[in-house]
Structure formats: structure tokens, C-alpha cells
Nanobody, 127 residues
Framework: QVHLVESGGGLVQEGGSLRVSCAVSGRTFTSYAMGWFRQAPGKEREFVGTIIWNDNSTAYADSVKGRFTISRGKTKDAVFLQMNSLKPEDTALYYC????????????????????WGRGTQVTVSS
């Protein structure tokens, strides 16, 4: 089992920046890819970005491309989501997820490949 714990959320003004973290523990050697998703009140969970552990390749949703960056720790113990130029529409509960499936990176844009999920960290952007 892989355990995921998000942290670093908070309240930030429009145009500001925030970095959220995902601590990864347990059977981390089984994890092939990590994803960030978010869910706003009354909306479905949506893809934000993903990173492949072994080559650090990343992919992002169009809505965050150029503003958000995913990075990782030196070992498989953490992933980070740096969020810049934040907008009120970025307000959501942000989740990290882990997948053991070795798929091409585009497959990690949906919920289905992910085996484990954290409980989320709230990000609120005020206008």
C-alpha cells in the first residue's frame, strides 16, 4: 500500500503563489506515476497534472499549463505542486494520487489508473 498525505494548502490572493506537497510512504517502489487532481464545490474532480517517477516527464491540464509546475523529491518520498498566478477559479480541494500502472503519460489524465489517493488539501484564492 502507498500512503499519501497532502499539505501546504491555504488562503492566497489572486495572482499569488502557493506550493502544496504530497508526502509519499509505504510501498513506494510500486508507484510509477503521481497525479494531482482538484475538486471544487459542486464540480467533478478534475486532472491538474502528472509526473512519471523514472524520467520526470510531466503533463498538465490546459487550464494550469504555464502557471503550475510539478516536481518531486530526490527519492520517491514527495511530490510538489507549485502554483503561480493563482485565480479564484483555482479554488478547490487538491488531491495527490499514485498509480502502479506503466502506461504512456497521457493515460494519467483520468482518475482510472490511480490506485491510491490522499485526503486532499484546501486551496482558496480570493479575488
Amino acid at each position: 500500500q502507498v500512503h499519501l498525505v497532502e499539505s501546504g494548502g491555504g488562503l492566497v490572493q489572486e495572482g499569488g503563489s502557493l506550493r502544496v506537497s504530497c508526502a509519499v510512504s509505504g510501498r513506494t517502489f510500486t508507484s510509477y506515476a503521481m497525479g494531482w487532481f482538484r475538486q471544487a464545490p459542486g464540480k467533478e474532480r478534475e486532472f491538474v497534472g502528472t509526473i512519471i517517477w523514472n524520467d520526470n516527464s510531466t503533463a498538465y491540464a490546459d487550464s494550469v499549463k504555464g502557471r503550475f509546475t510539478i516536481s518531486r523529491g530526490k527519492t520517491k518520498d514527495a511530490v510538489f505542486l507549485q502554483m503561480n498566478s493563482l485565480k479564484p477559479e483555482d479554488t478547490a480541494l487538491y488531491y495527490c494520487a499514485s498509480s502502479s500502472l506503466k502506461y504512456p503519460i497521457q493515460y494519467f489524465r483520468t482518475n482510472r489508473p490511480y490506485d491510491y489517493w490522499g485526503r486532499g488539501t484546501q486551496v482558496t484564492v480570493s479575488s
